[in-house]
């Protein structure tokens, strides 16, 4: 039998706050970072399914804790960080990807409320998030975060105004915040999806085929292969990769 040095798990000793972390992207990107070691703050808007999903990363031996946040809600999202910070300690990491798909409909017909509610979610969330993540990132002596774009951070797509114009924004935010931390060790990079299977996509066969033939390898993204991605981006491994816009797309933009 061979005798096998053990290999400290990559985010040990680190702790990961993920927005949006009952569902699709989020959530497999909390079950990696727990397999690897992080402590997750597993935060959603949907309580119970947040609870679940810490539930389950505890019960597959690691390290997780739930938190209720609405992104919408600046005081919330404070709360959130803080309670983060409370549980263990310090905050490392920082996974901004709660969003919404929004309404669909020409710019011309979007409803005001409708455009309202997507820009509160998918940007405002992302810098209430920021803004309370920063200086405890600064604490901690540097940290990294992710902001979850899209493939529409960079391409219009007709029907989504709102979460087109959002996404852009974020990329925008991303770009700023990294100039601004980058000396103090915090590195901020977006990650850019094309469309992936996740409840987040809604549709029948006809608008999924419609969506499937924008991406040349013939198929939706899994969440699983946004997760890599941005498991790389938080590592150490990315440590000179800071402030740029990361597809992972399935050739979509190509
Ligand atoms: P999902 O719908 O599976 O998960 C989103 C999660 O965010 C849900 O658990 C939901 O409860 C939570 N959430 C929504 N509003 C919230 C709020 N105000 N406060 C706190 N939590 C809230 O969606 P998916 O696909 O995993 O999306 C995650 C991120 O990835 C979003 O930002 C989305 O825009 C982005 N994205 C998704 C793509 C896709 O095709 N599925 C493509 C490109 C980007």
Redesign the pocket.
């Known amino acids: 039998t061979s005798t096998s040095a053990a290999v400290p798990a990559e985010f040990a000793g680190r702790t990961a706050l993920v927005?949006?972390?009952?569902?699709?992207?989020?959530?497999e990107v909390a079950r990696r970072l727990a397999a690897a070691g992080a402590s997750v703050v597993v935060?959603?808007?949907?309580e119970a399914?947040a609870r679940d999903v810490a539930r389950e990363l505890t019960e597959s031996g690691g390290r997780a804790a739930a938190v209720k946040?609405?992104?919408?809600d600046p005081e919330s999202v404070r709360e959130a960080v803080e309670s983060a910070v409370r549980t263990y300690g310090a905050l490392h990491l920082a996974v901004n990807?709660?969003?919404?798909?929004g309404a669909s409909a020409p710019t011309g017909e979007y409803a005001v409320e409708d455009w309202r509610r997507v820009i509160?979610?998918?940007l405002n969330?992302v810098f209430y998030s920021l803004r309370y993540e920063l200086p405890h990132l600064i604490a901690a002596g540097g940290g990294a975060v992710v902001n979850?774009?899209?493939?529409?951070g960079a391409n219009g797509f007709a029907g989504s105004p709102a979460?087109s114009a959002a996404?852009h924004a974020v990329v925008g935010l991303t770009k700023t915040a990294a100039v601004e931390y980058a000396s103090r060790g915090v590195r901020v990079n977006a990650v850019?999806?094309?469309?992936?299977?996740?409840?987040?996509?809604k549709g029948d066969a006809a608008q999924r085929e419609q969506l499937v033939a924008l991406h040349p390898q013939g198929r939706?993204?899994t969440?699983e292969e946004?997760a890599e991605l941005t498991l790389f981006l938080l590592s150490d491994r990315a440590s000179f990769v800071n402030g740029s816009y990361h597809l992972v797309d399935g050739g979509y933009a190509a």
């Open positions: 927005t949006g972390a009952a569902s699709g992207i989020g959530l935060a959603d808007f949907n399914g946040v609405d992104v919408t990807n709660a969003g919404i798909a509160d979610t998918n969330g979850m774009s899209s493939i529409l979460y996404k850019a999806p094309g469309f992936i299977d996740t409840p987040l996509l939706l993204g969440a946004v």
